[in-house]
T-cell receptor, first 115, second 114 residues
Framework: DTGVSQDPRHKITKRGQNVTFRCDPI?????LYWYRQTLGQGPEFLTY????????KSRLLSDRFSAERPKGSFSTLEIQRTEQGDSAMYLC?????????????FGPGTRLTVL | DAKTTQPNSMESNEEEPVHLPCNHS???????IHWYRQLPSQGPEYVIH???SNVNNRMASLAIAEDRKSSTLILHRATLRDAAVYYC???????????????FGQGTILTVHP
């Protein structure tokens, strides 16, 4: 079990640029989640995949945000035309369907800073 | 989503037990009670979950009130490594057809003194 990995760990970009983050879940996990966390707050749910299907998107996920999980393995989260308000930690989590379905495993996050 | 209420912060001494309370008076009959913690500069980490009965695992114990309107996470002997933000979260049965979207609050900041 190598855990959930995220890349990059840190990203600094200028307002208006596009950024893409990658998440590699635990290999046998069907479920994948993206969350966003700002300073001093708990993580907020953004979107959920079961295998390659995106089954729920939060209202927080504006049209500038898009997420994919093309082969049901890794996932990408893209933010277009970044704004300073997008600065946050972006967390990915995965879980299985089965006896440990309640347990989400989180990655270390990608910290985005928009200048 | 049903809401939870936790104290903003708590303090403990190393090697003493810690009882972290959570109120969830609007819990539905199918809501599970989950606890996660987040150590500094890390993603959240699963601690424990339960439905009605008290639960124990290697990390902690979860005591659930009989009316399920409150619960307590118990760390039996706090260590410095237990200093973290602890989140109490209500969620559906992720083992069934519902998936386990987590709605985090602000949690309780636990400080452990040596």
């Amino acid at each position: 079990d190598t855990g959930v990995s995220q890349d990059p760990r840190h990203k600094i970009t200028k307002r208006g640029q596009n950024v893409t983050f990658r998440c590699d879940p635990i290999s046998e996990h069907n479920r994948l989640y993206w969350y966003r966390q700002t300073l001093g707050q708990g993580p907020e749910f953004l979107t959920y995949f079961q295998n390659e299907a995106q089954l729920e998107k939060s209202r927080l996920l504006s049209d500038r945000f898009s997420a994919e999980r093309p082969k049901g393995s890794f996932s990408t989260l893209e933010i277009q035309r970044t704004e300073q308000g997008d600065s946050a930690m972006y967390l990915c989590a995965s879980s299985s369907i089965g006896t440990r379905a309640h347990e989400q495993f989180f990655g270390p996050g990608t910290r985005l800073t928009v200048l | 989503d049903a809401k939870t209420t936790q104290p903003n912060s708590m303090e403990s001494n190393e090697e003493e037990p810690v009882h972290l309370p959570c109120n969830h008076s609007t819990i539905s009959g199918t809501d599970y009670i989950h606890w996660y913690r987040q150590l500094p500069s890390q993603g959240p980490e699963y601690v424990i979950h339960g439905l009605t009965s008290n639960v124990n695992n290697r990390m902690a114990s979860l005591a659930i009130a009989e009316d399920r309107k409150s619960s307590t996470l118990i760390l039996h002997r706090a260590t410095l490594r237990d200093a973290a933000v602890y989140y109490c979260i209500l969620g559906p049965n992720a083992g069934g057809t519902s998936y386990g979207k987590l709605t985090f609050g602000q949690g309780t900041i636990l400080t452990v003194h040596p």
